[in-house]
């Protein structure tokens, strides 16, 4: 049996749409104008200090917790991550390297849908060579993938010290399935420490040995061995942890564990993840209620 449908003017439905196109633009345009007077206030043309991970991280939250309706969720989030990057990229211009040592179209895709197209993307061969060409920069980002692998050494040795790059971010920050830039990947740039956000703190730890007791004993406090490289004297240690826990407290349970002498340096700080949940089977799409 068909389903009578009501008489519908879709020439009005038409000019809805354009008027809300219209309106849509007008406020980018708007937007820009609030950004011009921002530059002449900050002065951030020539700083590269225009990033503010905390507060970005803070939008999305939102975006996620308000989307509804027929328009994907990653849709939205990736028009709002173009506006909000290319706006920055117009107070203070800066490009994105990339570690493209796991493959390119990954980090292609992961840079584009963050940061857009008009961001300058290069490519490199190395997380190292990524953060060498951060610190040589004004203001760039660096992308490249947490876990590097053991031909990559001690790569976060290189954040270590108080004018070398910082994470600043952990991407994506919205995590849902199948999400088109799924990738994890750690944003680096110059410190930023009045805007940074430290939910969660990474540190470089060198120990003078690595026991099996070690993850247990960090993990009861909330903290996560995510990289372990062979250096002289000992092993260097990529942790996490919540930025509720001091160092004394995590080289003590390091220590306790049996690994030696710590020594352990913050080399950043990114946002918790947002994880949004599979909606149920009969529901369709994915759910837009944020748990974490």
Known sequence: MSRTLPNVDLAALRQDIDRIDEAMHRLLMERGEIIDRLIAVKKTQESGSAFRPGREADMMRRLAARHRGILPLDTAESILRVIIATFTYVQAPYRVHADISG???????????????TVPYVPHA??????????ASKGDL?????????????WWARL???????????????????????????VVSKPVADAAVREIVLVSARVERWRDTVPAAISALGAE????????????????????LTLAALEEALTGAGAG?????????????????????????????PVR
């Open 225 to 244: 061995v995510l990289g372990s490289a062979g250096i002289a004297g000992g092993l260097s240690l990529l942790l996490s942890m919540p930025g509720t």
């Open 261 to 289: 002498r710590a020594h352990l340096a913050e080399i950043g700080s990114h946002a918790a993840r947002f994880v949004v949940p599979e909606a149920p089977s009969q529901g369709g799409g994915a759910s837009s209620s």
């Open 126 to 135: 190395s997380a190292a060579e990524v953060i060498a060409a951060v610190a």
């Open 160 to 186: 270590t010290g108080a004018g070398a790059p910082k994470v600043i971010a952990r991407l994506p920050f919205i995590e849902r399935p199948d999400h088109p830039a799924a990738t994890p990947v750690f």
């Open 142 to 154: 660096g992308i490249f993938r947490p876990d590097q692998g053991t031909a990559s050494g001690a």
């Open 103 to 117: 493959g390119d179209a990954p980090m292609r895709d992961s840079a584009r849908f963050h940061f857009g197209f």
